[in-house]
């Protein structure tokens, strides 16, 4: 079951991981400050020096990036390298305004397939795996990452892509998949594709998932793990800093383990941007050790988690974060009351006859916020009288009031009448 692919890094005492990264920073701050202008105008502005921060607590000195850098820098601002060193690039799947383009040399390919092998190792993925990557093949950097590093692990790899989900259910059972890497609302999406086409995982080899990509919940997990029979890890990571393969639960599912020998990660408070200790929830904060064409100092990605340095039972010894449910960004504020879409799921999964379906639609009635919460319900409910649904909406209705302090309007809809999404899920239309 435990498997750890680099074992020399992933279970390093943490003091000489510490000297480690002490060194590495040294030299990214410079190889940054020295080759990408907008880091030697921020350092410049805020009176900075490479040779200032002499140990990992003076990291708090060095400004922050923000995703702003990427899209005043468009498309090539932030490379470190000259074109002619870049072997790829890749692109955020930003829907809105410019998008963040990353450049990788061979060197950040090799380190990228090297941590993806860590994270689908760590996740159950073996060398005997046939492995089935439903993410789009395109400019984002899911199925590209996950892809190198099943390929370096030894597995065989189907670049299936994302879309055509009957197609993706054939390949499953001629090729017989044993992995499926996807985003989890994709996978809910197969599964229930799975159950209309009479195919039944019982008779198909899958036996572990690797998801991310977006938030989700441990009740999904568990939806997912029983409906396909999988294990499911999540994996985490952002285009701007690298992609997939900055953290990966292990097998025990009890945080995302940081591939910290090349990365340092903070938590910071959103509002003030102050460092806070291990345990308390903030935003996650990443500061790049050995990337070449694209390095990052201080990326503020928006995603709240907590980080824990307690080792884990797996034997790894980086540091682990929460799973991240919530952006900085996706909050919504209805009637003054924070509201995340993960809390409205955590509701909904709790509720029996409750598809793991919804849509939350949020309007202005006069001078009040409304919260409109669509709700796909069980086949089985619908032939049902009327009163039994009114029923079942008041009780999903108290729930959710007592859960985010606001009540929201439960709409019940048919089955299969919310879109299903192939890459991340929309989960919220804000109308306001
Ligand atoms: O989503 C990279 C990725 C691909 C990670 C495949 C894991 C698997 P972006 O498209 O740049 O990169 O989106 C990054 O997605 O800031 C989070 O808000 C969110 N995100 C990524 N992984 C997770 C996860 C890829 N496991 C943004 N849990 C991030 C929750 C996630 N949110």
């Known amino acids: 079951m435990n498997q750890i692919w680099n074992r020399e890094y992933e279970t390093m005492d943490r003091d000489e991981l510490r000297g480690l990264q002490s060194k590495r920073l040294q030299m990214s701050l410079r190889w940054a400050v020295a080759n990408v202008p907008f880091y030697r105008d921020s350092w410049e502005k805020a009176g900075l020096k490479p ?13 922050f990036t923000t995703k702003d850098a990427f899209k005043e820098s468009y498309p090539y601002g932030l490379f470190a390298v000259p074109l002619e060193r870049v072997v790829r690039v890749h692109s955020s799947t930003g829907t809105t305004s410019r998008p963040t383009v990353v450049g990788y040399t061979r060197g950040d390919l090799n380190t990228w397939a090297e941590l993806c092998a860590r994270g689908v190792t760590a996740g159950g993925a073996r060398p005997h795996d046939v492995a089935q990557v439903a993410f789009g093949y395109g400019m984002q950097t899911g199925a590209f990452g996950l892809h190198a590093g099943l390929e370096r692990i030894g597995a065989m790899v189907i670049p299936a892509s994302t879309g055509n989900t009957r197609r993706q259910l054939t390949i499953m059972r001629d090729y017989g998949t044993t992995v499926l890497v996807s985003t989890p609302s994709y996978a809910l999406y197969i599964a229930e594709a799975a159950a209309d086409m009479g195919f039944s995982f019982d008779d198909l080899e899958l036996r572990v998932g690797l998801f991310g990509a977006e938030p989700w919940t441990n009740a999904v997990r568990e939806e997912l793990e029983r409906r396909m029979g999988i294990s499911a890890t999540d994996n985490y990571g952002l285009s701007e800093v690298m992609g997939p393969g900055m953290s990966g639960e292990c097998y025990l599912k009890d945080g995302l383990h940081v591939n910290e020998d090349h990365f340092i990660v903070e938590v910071v408070d959103p509002e003030t941007g102050e460092k806070l200790p291990e345990g308390k929830e903030g935003e996650l ?16 990605t928006g995603d709240l988690a907590s980080v ?20 900085t960004d996706d909050m919504m504020i209805v009637r003054g009351v924070n509201v995340f879409p993960s809390q409205v799921e955590e509701v909904l999964m709790a509720v029996e006859g409750v598809e793991p379906h919804f849509q939350i639609l949020i309007d202005r ?25 009114v029923e079942f909406e008041r009780q999903i209705e108290d729930r959710l009031q007592e859960d985010l302090g606001v009540r929201a309007r439960v709409k019940l809809v048919e089955p299969k009448s919310l879109p299903r999404h192939t890459g991340k899920a929309r989960r919220v239309i804000d109308k306001r």
């Open 51 to 63: 040779q200032d921060i002499r140990s990992l607590d003076d990291l708090e000195k060095v400004p």
């Open 285 to 300: 904060v990443f500061t790049s050790l050995t990337k070449e064409a694209v390095p990052v100092l201080r990326y503020r």
């Open 308 to 327: 824990s340095y307690r080792p884990c039972a797996c034997g790894r010894t980086f540091a682990r974060h929460t799973k991240v449910y919530a952006r």
């Open 365 to 389: 009635r006069g001078a009040l916020d409304e919260m409109v919460v669509q709700i796909e319900v069980e086949p089985s409910f619908f032939p049902d009288a009327m009163r039994r649904l």
